[in-house]
């Protein structure tokens, strides 16, 4: 009988770079793991379960309707119904806070799992983040159900660009997350703030209001300013491909590029360097 050839398989932390991503393709089913704990533990011992995810964009859009659509009497984008653009614009919106959410509190959500065992310890986020798409999923559903109510056909030749600004909804808020994530460590005021400024972040993103309406009632100046809204270009760009009267605004939507350029690298440095010392500080 041929000896059994055993495999070692050592994981350092702080390892080099080269190494910690390969570590991360090695144990990539891990991000699967922290997917299904999310999902679970999340709607665990609630009556409606996936239902939750449905419910609260709903009663949010119909809130936000009747504030800014009846109340305030905002227009839409183009022929749209107004209840039509503000779910599609939560839709994005929800993408972007709470991967942010997610990879600024990862520390503290799973410190008493990443203190017991090491692994590349983006994986948590990322696996953490993956699980939101079943939420999406459900909210897109929802929201195809609702233009057909409303007998407003998307433009079908635009849906296939939604993956796309759905990824970069959320990969926006991730490096975000990740650049927050090492000052969440050491002054736990983020943690209390994050929803705070998440909050204000909503309203001054165009997500309850139409992009082309809010920046041609400003002055030049204003509108350059608002486009800097990191969040503004990606999903002023997922209402372009549910809405097909409304238009595609490339500087908002490239300024969000250079933004997710930018942090995404620093986010990930500033994570690396954040991983090493957390334990310490936790």
């Known amino acids: 009988m041929e000896a059994e050839i055993l495999q070692k398989t050592i994981i350092e932390p702080n390892g080099k770079n080269a190494q910690y991503w390969k570590d991360i393709w090695r144990y990539k089913g891990l991000a699967a793991t922290f997917a299904m704990r999310d999902i679970t533990v999340r709607y665990k011992q609630t009556v409606i ?3 939750w995810a449905v419910i609260s964009p709903v009663v949010t ?3 936000m309707s009747f504030l800014f659509g009846t109340v305030a009497k905002l227009p839409s984008d183009g022929t749209a119904p107004y209840q039509v653009m503000v779910y599609a614009g939560l839709i994005a919106w929800n993408l972007f806070a709470r991967g942010l959410t997610i990879a600024a509190t990862t520390f503290l959500t799973n410190a008493a799992l990443l203190k017991k065992v090491y692994f590349p310890r983006i994986i948590a986020p990322l696996g953490q983040a993956a699980a939101l798409l079943i939420d999406t999923l459900i ?3 929802v929201l195809f159900i609702m233009l057909a109510i409303f007998k407003y056909p998307p433009p079908w030749g635009r849906l296939l660009f939604l993956p796309v600004f759905m990824f970069l909804s959320l990969l926006l808020g991730f490096s975000v997350g990740l650049v927050l994530a090492p000052g969440n460590i050491k002054h736990r005021d983020l943690n ?12 001054v993103t165009p997500v309850v209001y139409s992009f082309t309406y809010i920046t041609s009632s400003m002055s030049k100046n204003t509108a350059i300013m608002y486009m800097f809204n990191p969040a503004a270009g990606v999903v002023n760009a997922f209402k372009w491909s549910i809405i097909s009267s409304n238009s595609f605004h490339w500087p908002s939507f490239l300024i969000a590029l250079v933004w997710i350029a930018i942090l995404l690298p620093l986010g990930i440095l500033r994570f690396r360097k954040g991983e090493r010392t957390f334990v310490d500080l936790v």
């Open 61 to 63: 859009m119909l809130l």
């Open 49 to 51: 379960g996936l239902g």
């Open 139 to 141: 909210s897109l559903g």
């Open 192 to 203: 209390h703030i994050l929803p705070f400024l998440l909050q204000a972040g909503q309203y």
